[in-house]
Structures are given as structure tokens and as C-alpha cells.
């Protein structure tokens, strides 16, 4: 699905980006798990919550979404008037994958005293089913916001809720996905490069389990992460998320040492987000050509997965992300 179908040998791919983009007025959002050259040639890259700000706020005709799935849905529900491009519609989410919309309204309709805080990775579906989104910078501040009596079902990353349920003393009951990504980090291994580096600060995404967070100095979004790596006084430095986000720490911060957590083997690819890498320079450039694929949602599905987006974005408002790392990355003509 949605493998190019044309040889492009012998294009430039960067330069003919830059042109669609122009003529198309679009605008290219990158996250921080996407592979570097499509990070550098996005127009912004952020986490979550910065690129759901970002697919708000733009006056762009067209919207082309290096992410995946859950994002450029979430892009699509709130400028609707856009067009919004993924380049490889297979890129999907273990989170969302995890919780089926049917499964989630049953599990809301067994706890009808509880409101639902879900996570941004789950599909439109179930967003629709829920109270308020929330993104891993967001959470606590939000959290913060609902009152202490009220009952709280969250989903769908139980180790994103288990870090937040601690953190904050709330009883919340958990929906049990996980992120494959964060979940493949090994404690033995991240013990042995500890040991090896024992003056490096260990920074680790909420979506790590409890045995990964519990040897980490700092816990927080990709956004957070990338700010307390270019800030800290340490050289050298463990990072336990998708290690494409390195790629921001080494252009802001070149003299430093910044080192992927391993996984199992001790070889972090396996760390390497699989529907991330699903995106490519080749189809992000097929699909500012062709404006497809494209993401089309339903109205009725639209509007009432918009609501608890848009609680989100009120009740985040305090919350500053530290996006808007990424710039038109070829000179102007
Ligand atoms: P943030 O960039 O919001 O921290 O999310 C991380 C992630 O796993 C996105 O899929
Ligand atoms: Fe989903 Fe994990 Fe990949 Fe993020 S890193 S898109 S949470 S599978």
C-alpha cells in the first residue's frame, strides 16, 4: 500500500519538496521520531501537543503529516477545511491498535462514574468516546485541573498512566496498552551503560515501564526531554526514547554524547519506532505531488472527537511546548 509506483532515480527530492510545498501553500509537520532528513525539511517539529497546536494555528492549504496515523487525524479533526496528508497511511500505533473503539465503550459503559483522560495516540473513534485528550506534556497540568474525588479512567498507555497515577497520588483505572517502542528498553542493559557512564543523566518518555522510569533523572515528552538534554550541564548523556530525536540533540548540542538506551540485545534499532519509519523523503514527496493519501473522516466523528481535543488544548494552554524547532530548511527563491 502506497509504495511508490513510478521510479523517482534521479530526482531531487529535497529540492522538489521544497517546490510542491510552495506551490500547493503547504506546510510540512515533522515530529521528533521521524528520520532526519524528514525532520530537517519540515516546516516545524514538536511533540504532540506542539504539532496539534501547530495543525490549529496554520493558514496552509494543505497539511503534510510526517507522523503517524493518530496524528494527521488529529490534524484533519482540528482544520477540517484542510487537506491533510500522511505519506504511508500504514503508519499506525501500538497505543491505538491496543484499544478498540467497541472494547473502550464497553469499558466506559462498566464505569459509568468515571470521566475518560485519553492519551492523544488512539484512533478518532475513541477520542470521540472520551472526556478530554491529553498528551504526555499536558497530562499532569490537566490532571491537575479535574478534582480529586473525581474517578478517572485512563488509556490507552498504561505505563504513560501508571507514571502520572504515582506522580500524582490518583487512583486511575488503567486501559492496558503499551507502546512496543518503549516497552522494548532492558533494565539489565540500561544498568550496564549506567555503570559504564555513571555521571550521565538517564532521560526517559512515560511511555517507558516503571523498571526504566525508576533509573531515570528526568521524565517527561519528547519536547521536555530534548529541552533538559540541550540544558544539562552533562556531557555525556542516556536517552530512553526513540533515539531519533538524538538527531535534535546533535545539531543543537554537537560537542555532546548523546547515547540511545538499548534494548535487549543491547542493539537499540529495536527501540526504532516501525510505523514512524514507515515515512519516507519518496512518499512525502508522491504525496504533496498527488495529495494522497489523504485523510478523510466522517463529520459526525469529526465534531465529537473535536471536543475533548479542544478541552484539551483550553486546559493546556499554560503548558508551553518547546516546539518549533523546524524552518523552511531550503533558501527562499
Ligand atoms: P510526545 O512527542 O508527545 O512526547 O509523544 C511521543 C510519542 O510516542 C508519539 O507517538
Ligand atoms: Fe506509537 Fe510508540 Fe511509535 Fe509513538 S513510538 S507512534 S507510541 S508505537
Not at 516545524?44 to 501547530?54: A, N, P, Q
Not at 503499551?178 to 555521571?199: D, G, M, N, W, Y
Not at 546533535?250 to 555532546?256: C, D, G, I, S, Y
Request: aromatic share 4%; charged share 25%.
Amino acid at each position: 500500500m502506497n509504495a511508490p509506483t513510478i521510479s523517482l532515480k534521479g530526482l531531487d527530492l529535497r529540492a522538489e519538496i521544497d517546490r510542491l510545498r510552495r506551490e500547493r501553500n503547504a506546510v510540512i509537520l515533522g515530529h521528533y521520531y521521524q528520520a532526519p532528513e524528514i525532520q530537517d525539511i519540515s516546516d516545524f517539529v514538536g511533540d504532540s501537543l506542539d504539532l496539534s497546536r501547530k495543525a490549529q494555528a496554520t493558514d496552509a492549504d494543505v497539511i503534510a503529516f510526517c507522523g503517524v496515523r493518530f496524528m494527521a487525524e488529529t490534524a484533519k479533526i482540528l482544520s477540517p477545511d484542510k487537506i491533510v496528508v500522511l505519506p504511508d497511511m500504514d503508519a499506525g500505533c501500538s497505543l491505538e491498535d491496543s484499544c478498540p473503539p467497541d472494547q473502550f465503550r464497553a469499558f466506559r459503559e462498566a464505569h459509568p462514574d468515571h470521566i475518560a483522560l485519553t492519551y492523544i495516540n488512539s484512533s478518532a473513534e475513541v477520542k470521540a468516546l472520551s472526556d478530554i485528550i491529553v498528551t504526555s506534556s499536558s497530562a499532569e497540568t490537566i490532571l491537575a485541573q479535574i478534582p480529586r474525588e473525581q474517578k478517572i479512567i485512563f488509556g490507552p498507555d498504561k505505563h504513560l498512566g501508571g507514571w502520572l497515577a504515582r506522580k500524582t497520588g490518583r487512583d486511575m483505572l488503567l486501559w492496558p496498552g503499551v507502546c512496543i517502542v518503549h516497552e522494548a528498553f532492558s533494565e539489565t542493559e540500561l544498568l550496564k551503560l549506567k555503570a559504564q557512564h555513571p555521571l550521565a543523566p538517564v532521560l526517559a518518555h512515560p511511555e517507558c515501564p516503571a523498571h526504566i522510569l525508576d533509573h531515570a533523572d528526568e521524565i517527561g515528552s519528547t519536547s521536555a526531554i530534548l529541552s533538559y538534554a540541550l540544558t544539562s550541564p552533562s556531557e555525556t548523556i542516556i536517552v530512553a526514547t526513540e533515539p531519533h530525536i538524538i538527531h535534535q540533540m546533535e545539531k543543537a548540542a554537537p560537542h555532546k554524547n548523546f547515547i540511545g538506551a538499548p534494548g535487549a540485545d543491547g542493539n537499540c534499532n529495536c527501540n526504532m519506532c516501525p510505523y514512524m519509519a514507515l515515512n519516507t523523503m519518496e512518499k512525502l514527496y508522491l504525496s504533496l505531488r498527488d495529495l494522497e493519501p489523504r485523510i478523510e473522516m466522517d463529520e459526525a466523528l469529526r465534531v465529537a472527537a473535536r471536543k475533548p481535543l479542544e478541552r484539551m488544548l483550553d486546559m493546556a494552554a499554560a503548558t508551553v511546548g518547546k516546539g518549533d524547532v523546524g524552518r523552511p530548511i531550503l533558501a527562499e527563491a
